[in-house]
């Protein structure tokens, strides 16, 4: 009953499987074990509790990043292999990044992010991609 | 000595550069040492293994140590293993010791990560020339011990064991590699993202994804109304000078504490905090003055930073002699061997002595630079703090995302892995995962599965995980101990909560 031949033609799911039947019978386990709290959250759930005003800022940035990448990638097609997408995109990202983050925003503050989002990107495309040899996008 | 001939000019340079980036990401609350070392990763591919290792073992011992400033001056931990550092430290800020407080955790920070060093040197290589004999049942056995492990020091047990499953198999996402003896055939993926995950997701853009953009996504989140710190909240007064008589009498202290730093360092998965909590508790079972502990004593500050910088030699032990790591940031540091195409394990040591003798230098002078920094001008260090976030954000998420993009030469594949990666850091918490014991099983999966399969290739049988040699059978005493002590834990938190 312990000999085991694994055929080589279905080795790649061999031990995938095992580790998924695992997990079903761990998942089991906390199903029943906290059926309770389980219960209470999803007797609890709702829209609001998904998206809320405490939390649409975190949406806001997984879709900028999202808008980011996209951007990037366009952009190093009209670009190629110099760096300049990664420049032009993440200028702006780097301003709206801020306004998500901080919650009182002054004047002051406002300057001080817009020169941060010019000078950081310009200093890594410097430092990064061509003094020390970086890939940028 | 042949040791002293590795030192060059750039190992100080880059070494003294990483210990003040990472005391300044361990200073600022939020940011970790981790953290610093994900970010600066990528960097390390131009720079080459010996002066990139010095740059991030400076990222390291520099971000362990910075996390005490803000611990003492605010109450806020900067790095989890700090948090006890606030039950003495804060106190003693509060009476004008602030200065005074941040010395004494300078002083003890520097004699736990130079004791975890040493101990790292003597007892490295004993355990990889042990290791070498492991065949691959023992290897396996070894990696199912470190899951185990990890998991059982879990808050919830199941969770962390489900976690540690779960990065499991994410790892095995890819087609089975044919170099390791697979089939070239993929699994767990769709057919239209053949060309991208042809290898599975990449360690990197996961790791930063998981600790560096998920820091961000979290900061969106935060309910309170601004975490910057302002100058009039920290108090350097100098009411009582610095005097090195406060250590009279703690020796013991400080070596027992960089002990159960070191020791718990070496154990897979478990943080600082850990380390900290358990001599600080050890601490105050036998101090003579256990009344004053917790209301601004000395000792306690130095039992604190003795443990936690005790850990950053510990974690390294494991990592160097057996491939796994000891802590989240040595698991990022496995990033800075495959970038240079090294494998640590057992075989490391012996088949890189000149790195080996490097990374050991480079470790004790980051612990020098670290004492000499933040000793000396501690009065600016401290001014750190005072960094707003809506500043060092942006340019975190500019580094991460270069880093996701340049690990395999520019894949923007890469960069939405670091997204993903990024998101579930976020999530994971929030649904009861556990994120250490999950990266842990990533990094390990792979590795688990040819050692496992390769075992049952040459024998033939289950029963060879229980009966091929001696070894096997004391991994597996440990396993059972371990899973013994996680259900008693279980057991007692559930009857407390009850």
Redesign the interface.
């Known amino acids: 009953m312990?000999?085991?031949?694994?055929d080589?033609?279905e080795?790649?799911?061999?031990?995938?499987k095992i580790?998924?039947a695992?997990?079903l019978l761990?998942?089991a386990?906390?199903l029943v074990?906290e059926r309770k709290t389980i219960a209470q959250s999803i007797a609890g759930f709702s829209v609001k509790s998904l998206i809320n005003h405490?939390?649409y800022?975190?949406y806001?940035?997984?879709a900028l990043?999202?808008v980011?990448?996209l951007l990037?990638?366009a952009l190093?097609e009209v670009f190629p292999n110099t760096g300049y997408a990664?420049l032009i995109a993440?200028i702006p990202?780097?301003?709206i990044?801020?306004l998500?983050?901080?919650?009182?925003l002054t004047k002051r503050?406002i300057t001080?992010?817009a020169i941060?989002?010019v000078v950081?990107?310009i200093v890594?495309w410097v430092v990064?991609g061509q003094m020390?040899?970086?890939?940028?996008? | 000595m042949e040791l002293l001939s590795h030192l060059s000019i750039n190992m100080f340079f880059l070494s003294s550069v990483g210990v003040l980036i990472g005391i300044i990401f361990g200073a600022i609350p939020g940011m970790t040492a981790t953290l610093a070392v994900a970010v600066c990763l990528p960097l390390t591919y131009s720079l080459g293994l010996t002066d990139g290792l010095a740059l991030l073992l400076g990222l390291y011992v520099g971000g362990i140590s910075g996390g005490l400033v803000p611990a003492i001056l605010l109450k806020i931990p900067g790095t989890p293993s700090s948090i006890t550092t606030t039950f003495d430290g804060y106190p003693m800020a509060q009476k004008g010791q602030g200065e005074q407080a941040l010395k004494i955790a300078v002083v003890s920070s520097l004699f736990g990560g130079v004791f975890s060093a040493v101990v790292l040197y003597f007892f490295a290589p004993f355990l990889a020339n042990f290791a070498i004999k492991f065949s691959t049942v023992e290897k396996f056995l070894l990696i199912f011990l470190a899951l185990t492990v990890i998991s059982s020091l879990s808050k919830n047990v199941l969770m962390g064991v489900f976690s540690g499953l779960l990065g499991i198999l994410v790892s095995l996402i890819g087609a089975y590699d044919i170099s390791v003896g697979g089939n070239g055939e993929y699994r767990l993926m769709p057919q239209a993202l053949e060309d991208q995950l042809s290898f599975g997701f990449s360690l990197l853009p996961v790791l930063i994804g998981m600790f560096g953009l998920a820091t961000i996504i979290a900061a969106c989140v935060n309910k309170k109304n601004s975490d910057d710190v302002t100058s009039e909240m920290i108090n350097l007064d100098t009411k009582q000078k610095f005097s090195f008589k406060v250590f009279k009498g703690q020796f013991f202290n400080m070596f027992r504490s960089g002990s159960i730093g070191t020791f718990v360092g070496m154990l897979p998965g478990i943080g600082g905090s850990a380390a900290s909590v358990l001599a600080y508790t050890q601490q105050k079972n036998i101090s003579k003055n256990a009344d004053q502990m917790g209301k601004g004593a000395p000792e306690g500050i130095i039992t604190s930073e003795s443990a936690n910088n005790g850990l950053t030699g510990g974690a390294l032990i494991p990592l160097l002699s057996l491939g796994i790591p000891g802590d989240s940031t040595t698991a990022v540091l496995i990033g800075a061997f495959t970038l240079q195409g090294i494998q640590v394990g057992p075989l490391f040591i012996n088949e890189n002595l000149e790195t080996w003798d490097f990374m050991i230098i480079s470790l004790f002078f980051a612990n020098f630079v670290m004492f000499a920094i933040m000793f000396f001008a501690i009065r600016y260090v401290a001014k750190v703090v005072l960094i707003p976030k809506y500043i060092l954000y942006p340019i975190i998420v500019m580094m991460c995302v270069i880093g996701a993009y340049a690990i395999n030469y520019g894949v923007m594949f890469d960069v939405w892995t670091l997204l993903l990666f990024g998101l579930f850091g976020v999530l994971a918490p929030k649904i009861g995962l556990e994120v250490v014991p999950f990266i842990i099983g990533f990094i390990l999966g792979k590795s688990a599965e040819v050692y496992f399969v390769k075992s049952l290739e040459s024998y033939g049988e289950l029963s060879i995980f229980f009966t091929k040699s001696p070894i096997a059978a004391v991994l597996w005493v440990i396993i059972f101990v371990s899973v013994a002590f996680s259900i008693r834990t279980a057991f007692k938190s559930s009857k407390k909560a009850s």
Do not use: Q, R
């Open positions: 312990l000999n085991v031949s694994i080589f033609a080795s790649h799911w061999f031990f995938p580790v998924i695992c997990i761990v998942l386990v906390i074990k405490e939390n800022k975190a806001i940035f997984v990043i999202s980011y990448i990037m990638e190093g990664f993440t990202l780097l301003f990044i801020p998500l983050i901080e919650k009182d503050k001080i992010m941060n989002a950081s990107p890594a990064l020390f040899g970086i890939t940028l996008p």
